[in-house]
């Protein structure tokens, strides 16, 4: 089983930064593509970046510029650094990732608890 820890949440101003972690543990052989996505009340859950295992990158038009994901292969770690934070980034953000448990299964996406992130004067 492959589990999705995330930290870093809580109550920020607008204009200030927050950093995410997602740590993934468990059964793992390889991890292809991690991102995170965000849920704001009566919204859908929306994509806010990927980054593949080669380290290409993709962000929503809604953080370019202001988030940046990054990951360490030898941890099986992602991290999204969010900066000039403002109120409509307040959501439930979510840690994905696609992993191959074992050397010949399919790799199967898994998803983390979630981490509440609210910015607030």
């Known amino acids: 089983q492959v589990q999705l820890d995330e930290s870093g949440g809580g109550l920020v101003q607008p204009g200030e930064s927050l950093r995410l972690s997602c740590a993934a543990s468990?059964?793992?052989?390889?991890?292809?593509?991690m991102g995170w996505y965000r849920q704001a009340p009566g919204k859908e859950r929306e994509l806010v970046a990927t980054i593949h295992s080669g380290s290409s990158t993709n962000y929503a038009d809604s953080v370019k510029g202001r988030f940046t994901i990054s990951r360490d292969n030898a941890k099986n770690t992602m991290y999204l650094q969010m900066n000039s934070l403002k109120p409509e980034d307040t959501a439930v953000y979510y840690c994905?990732?696609?992993?191959?448990?074992?050397?010949?299964?399919?790799?199967?996406?898994?998803w983390g608890q979630g981490t509440q992130v609210t910015v607030s004067s």
């Open positions: 994905n990732a696609v992993v191959r448990p074992q050397a010949l299964s399919p790799y199967r996406s898994y």
């Open positions: 468990g059964s793992i052989f390889s991890i292809n593509a």
